[in-house]
């Protein structure tokens, strides 16, 4: 039987996978424009494509993340300028 951190590993693992494709699908199909052009913006300062992702997975997560908290529709406004802002996190929402 698997040790409980194994299956939190495996959970937190499949939460990252997820974010980073969803991105990934924003980047391509450039929905929100702010996910093309922030992942262009890292892309031209110097970043790699790995840590683009990871930085804005981030902001995707934050985002859910009040989403659930507080029990509300999806935040395109706020959720494109952190993408723009970064490489600069936002605050963690509460």
């Known amino acids: 039987m698997s040790e409980p951190t194994d299956i939190d ?4 693992e499949f939460a990252e996978s997820t974010l980073i494709q969803a991105i990934e699908n924003q ?4 929905n929100p424009p702010a996910a ?8 031209l300062v ?3 494509r790995e840590d683009i ?3 804005m997975a981030h902001v995707l997560a934050v985002e859910i993340d009040a989403i659930l908290e507080e ?3 999806f935040d395109t406004e706020w959720y494109e ?5 970064l490489p600069e996190l936002p605050p963690q929402r509460n």
Request: hydrophobic residues 35%.
């Open 27 to 30: 980047i391509e199909s450039d």
């Open 46 to 48: 110097g970043y790699e």
């Open 81 to 85: 300028a952190a993408l723009r802002a």
């Open 9 to 12: 590993n495996d959970e937190e």
């Open 53 to 55: 992702l990871n930085l």
């Open 71 to 73: 029990d509300r529709a």
């Open 36 to 43: 093309k052009a922030t992942f262009n913006k890292l892309t």
